[in-house]
Structures are given as structure tokens and as C-alpha cells.
């Protein structure tokens, strides 16, 4: 399997850094082949331009500016997300990604009868997210609702292919996370990317 890994995070000796390294060993120690896209270090500019704004609405949008991001979106079998929660939501240059790459053409495709939104990226077969919250479970889930697996979940993931498999892993509670915890839920991610 095709995978990229999309990571987000601006510091190298992050825990989440450490899960991606994690995440692309683990995948490549078991035969696939991995496109890791470190956003930060690529220096991805997450503000939209002004003429992929003016072009958005429609079928005809400027992929210019991002057209090897699209290039590969368009390609892979997989994609695994991985990435801090901050403010119960993806921090603003992964934010930036979905907003520039996740465009029209590209994920999605506009049906001129109605307007409705046809998904493009069938070539997806996995979709996964290794995340992180500050936050404790029930904080998230009960005081949030749970805001950024829906957007991930419900928003992106039906615009890949109908029978897409997915995950969703997450260390809730790392600010007051141990190093017991970390090294648990660096296995469960392990053992969970060895079944891919």
C-alpha cells in the first residue's frame, strides 16, 4: 500500500513527533511504501491564496500553489493523519492543508444540478488519525462534543473511498500524561498500523 503520512506539529522532540516516526517505521518495517509529509519542516503555507478563494466554487479550482500536495492526495491508498489537538481542534497549518488540498477537483467535485459535493478521493482505501489532546476524555467528548473527530470523521473520511477503512487513536489527558501512558499508547499504535 501507497500511505502518506501527514504530520503537524512545530517541534522535533514532541511526543507526536515521536509517533510519527513511529507510525512510518512501523509501515515500512511491514512492506509499504510511505510518502511522510512533515508540514512544519516543508514550511506549507496554510493561508489560502486569493485566487484559490475566487476559484473555489466551482470545478476549475487554482491548484497552482499546491499541486504537488494534490498530486499525491490523488494517488496514495492510505493517508494516517498525526497531529496535537489544540483548542479541541487541528492546529492552523494541518487546518491549512484540508482547507487548500482537500479543494474542489481534488477531494471533491461540485454535481452542477444541485451544487452537492460528489467525493473524488475513491483512491483511499485507509484513513487514520494518531492524535493527542491536552484534555482529559470526558472533557472532550462531554464539555467539546468531540469537535475535531467529527470534522475528521464525518466531514473528511466520506470523501474518500465507499468502503474506506478507518481509525481513530488518541492520548487524551497528556498534560498530565507519564511516561507509562506515552510508551501504552505508542503500542496500541503500533499494533494497530501492524494489522494494515
Sequence with gaps: ?????????????????????????????????VVATDLYREGFQPAMTE??????????????????????????????LCFPHWWFSMPAVLKGWVDRVWGPGIAFTYDRKDNHLEPALRNIK??????????????????????????????MKPLCSRDVRSFYLAHYNMDRSTERSRHMFMEKVRRRLVRI
Design 1 to 33: 500500500m501507497l500511505v502518506q503520512v501527514v504530520y503537524c506539529h512545530p517541534l522535533r522532540d514532541s511526543y507526536d513527533h515521536a509517533l510519527f516516526r513511529t507510525i512510518v517505521e512501523t509501515l515500512e518495517s511491514n512492506g509499504h511504501n
Design 51 to 80: 485566487s484559490e478563494r475566487r476559484s473555489y466554487m466551482g470545478n476549475d479550482y487554482d491548484t497552482t500553489a499546491i499541486a504537488d500536495y494534490a498530486k499525491t492526495l490523488r494517488q496514495v491508498d492510505g493517508l494516517i
Design 126 to 155: 485507509l484513513f487514520g488519525v494518531v492524535t493527542s489532546y491536552g484534555s482529559s476524555w470526558s472533557i472532550v467528548h462531554f464539555f467539546a462534543g468531540n469537535a475535531g473527530y467529527k470534522i475528521l470523521m464525518r466531514g
